[in-house]
């Protein structure tokens, strides 16, 4: 595999471990605070990064090559409120749909169509989180501080 093909999957298997991080940071404040659905719907966000991880981690093994595992940046120390917190889900989803972008393009430029298409599923993906981000983003952004609002939000949340 090309160095720099390599060096993409590595960052963004990295990229992945560092998402269920943050993740599970929002999930521990939302369960301090009191929202259990929220935090509910955050833990299985962060395990779902976690698969990701998987993901780009079997695909470097399959191709033979070494998965190198980096220092995870630290999360932030602490959030706002949930509308804080869903907020920096959505640019976290933006950024990561950047990353997998650039991938992609990478993949392309060096002619390995095999990675390409490994990021193909990761560009589905993305639209997805990107769009469930900006929609519960809207809720929270709508509900201000409204309890009531606040509460049947975190119930709905909780139900996934
Ligand atoms: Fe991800």
Not at 1 to 10: A, P, R, S, V, W
Not at 31 to 37: S, V
Not at 65 to 86: C, H, R, W
Request: hydrophobic share 40%; proline share 2%.
């Amino acid at each position: 595999m090309k160095e720099k093909i390599l060096k993409t999957l590595n960052e963004q298997m990295n990229a992945e471990y560092y998402s269920a991080y943050l993740y599970l940071s929002m999930s521990a404040y939302a369960d301090r605070t009191g929202f259990k659905g929220a935090a509910h719907w955050l833990l299985r966000q962060a395990h779902e990064e976690r698969e990701h991880a998987g993901k780009v981690f079997k695909f470097i093994l399959e191709r033979g090559e070494t998965p190198v595992f980096k220092d995870i940046e630290a999360t932030p120390p602490e959030y706002g409120s949930l509308e804080d917190v869903f907020k920096k889900v959505a640019s976290h989803e933006h950024h990561v749909t950047d990353l997998i972008n650039a991938a992609a393009s990478a993949a392309l430029d060096q002619r390995d169509h095999a990675a390409y298409s490994f990021f193909q599923w990761f560009v589905d993906e993305q639209m997805e989180e990107v769009s469930i981000a900006n929609d519960i983003l809207g809720k929270f952004t709508a509900a201000g501080n409204n309890p009531g609002i606040l509460l049947s939000l975190d119930a709905v949340l909780g139900q996934r």
